[in-house]
């Protein structure tokens, strides 16, 4: 009789511990693992869900141009810092702008395109300690293909059909499209970096003929030779000038 109610007592208690033990696994232990599981698919397949990151991302529909320092104006104009799902950022993803201001973009970084560290070099030494920023007017931006930041040769194209290499591989550093005055064929203005022999040149050369622009494709393409000789403009305009005096008499 003692045994058997030891027995009973037994399986009650066995009978106790595997409710107790359903009961954790029911509301507790299986609920949790449900929703670990949900919510770790949802990382996977909801972005709204999915844990994010600030990167910098290109807002400009034109984008940024190759070789093109990261300044201040152009964070504010071109770039914005915004939340991007761990899941969709690259590796070396630009998170705080401070890192890429003042470098030089080494490729053309288009709309919508999140940036990266490796798309930029440190500012090289493309100015010397005698240029300054000048405008000049020139009458093609090479079917709206240049841009600031590009490398370019500046021509000047005769009214003969023949030209000269004023100034070679230089970066505009601004551009300003759109037709400069109602009476003259200048296209756009281009802000660039230039010594004093440059300044004089460019201004020689742009009343002898219309300035122009080709693009480089690649910064380590060869600069051009620069075929503009002064002393001999200077000659031509002389010749001009007393022309247009002869005619005035």
């Given at each position: 009789m003692l045994r058997e109610k030891s027995k009973l007592l037994f399986?009650?208690?066995?009978l106790i511990i595997l409710s107790g033990i359903f009961y954790y696994y029911e509301?507790?232990?299986?609920?949790?693992?449900?929703t670990n599981i949900t919510q770790e698919i949802k990382k996977e397949i909801d972005i709204n869900a999915m844990p994010k990151k600030l990167v910098?991302?290109?807002?400009?529909?034109?984008?940024?141009?190759?070789?093109?320092?990261?300044?201040?104006?152009?964070?504010?104009?071109?770039?914005?810092?915004?939340e991007i799902p761990i899941k969709f950022i690259p590796n070396g993803a630009v998170n705080n702008i401070q890192d890429v201001l003042g470098k030089i973009t080494k490729e053309?970084?288009?709309?919508?395109?999140?940036?990266?560290?490796?798309?930029?070099?440190?500012?090289?030494?493309w100015f010397d300690?005698?240029?300054?920023?000048?405008?000049?007017?020139?009458?093609?931006?090479?079917?709206?293909?240049?841009?600031?930041?590009?490398?370019?040769?500046?021509?000047?194209?005769?009214g003969n059909g023949d030209y000269d290499v004023v100034v070679s591989k230089v970066k505009i550093k601004n551009?300003?499209?759109?037709?400069?005055?109602?009476?003259?064929?200048?296209?756009?203005?281009?802000?660039?970096?230039?010594?004093?022999t440059q300044i004089r040149n460019l201004i020689a050369a742009d009343k002898l003929g219309d300035l122009t622009v080709r693009i480089y494709l690649d910064e380590s393409q060869k600069a051009s030779k620069e075929t503009f000789n002064y002393e001999k403009a200077k000659q031509q305009l002389r010749f001009v000038e007393a022309n247009e005096k002869g005619e005035d008499m």
């Open positions: 399986v009650i208690f066995v509301n507790y232990r299986i609920p949790n693992v449900i910098a991302v290109v807002t400009n529909p034109q984008g940024i141009a190759k070789y093109t320092e990261i300044t201040q104006e152009i964070i504010d104009q071109k770039i914005i810092m915004t053309e970084l288009r709309l919508g395109e999140q940036l990266i560290i490796d798309n930029f070099s440190k500012e090289e030494k300690d005698f240029e300054r920023l000048k405008e000049f007017s020139i009458i093609s931006t090479v079917a709206n293909e240049l841009k600031s930041g590009n490398i370019v040769d500046i021509l000047v194209v005769y551009l300003i499209e759109g037709k400069i005055e109602d009476n003259s064929d200048s296209y756009a203005q281009i802000v660039i970096p230039v010594n004093e």
